[in-house]
């Protein structure tokens, strides 16, 4: 994988909701939450401003890890022996991580046509070593 993009998102790693639904003149009517608008919002803003000016939309097959570091909670910490990175076996699952990150970066179109152009994906969930502070990294790479 040849790297071609590396964006960092800080703040806590977001995962898809579930859509709400409502009724309006007695249609149903699904929408997203404001929470998660606002953290796609956030995404786009906050890649368009890590991204070289000269950044064209991908083409073709894309790869994409996403890297989601999670805060260690205070229950935790230690003074002597801060506590190391480690895999996050609990909270959100991988594949709504994904969906979050995915929709606001590629099914937007802001990076590429589709998140169809996905062909490889790896979600790895981190908690963080103590005092770290928790973000979201997406590297993603064109193949061939």
């Not at 997203?32 to 919002?41: D, G, L, N, P």
Request: charged share 25%.
């Amino acid at each position: 994988m040849r790297l071609e993009y590396r964006i960092e998102i800080p703040g806590p790693p977001m995962a898809q909701g579930r859509p709400r639904f409502s009724t309006r003149s007695g249609v149903p009517v699904a929408y997203e939450k404001k929470e998660s608008k606002s953290s796609k919002a956030h995404i786009q803003q906050t890649a368009l401003s890590q991204l070289p000016d000269s950044f064209e939309r991908m083409e073709g097959a894309i790869c994409v890890r996403i890297i989601a570091k999670f805060a260690c909670p205070k229950s935790k910490h230690r003074k002597r022996t801060p506590v190391p990175a480690s895999w996050k076996s609990n909270g959100p699952d991988v594949d709504n991580i994904a969906k979050h990150y995915m929709d606001a970066l590629f099914a937007s179109g802001m990076l590429a046509d589709d998140d169809r152009q996905v062909a490889s994906l790896q979600v790895l969930k981190i908690q963080a070593a103590q005092g770290e502070p928790p973000c979201t990294i997406i590297e993603i790479a064109a193949m061939g």
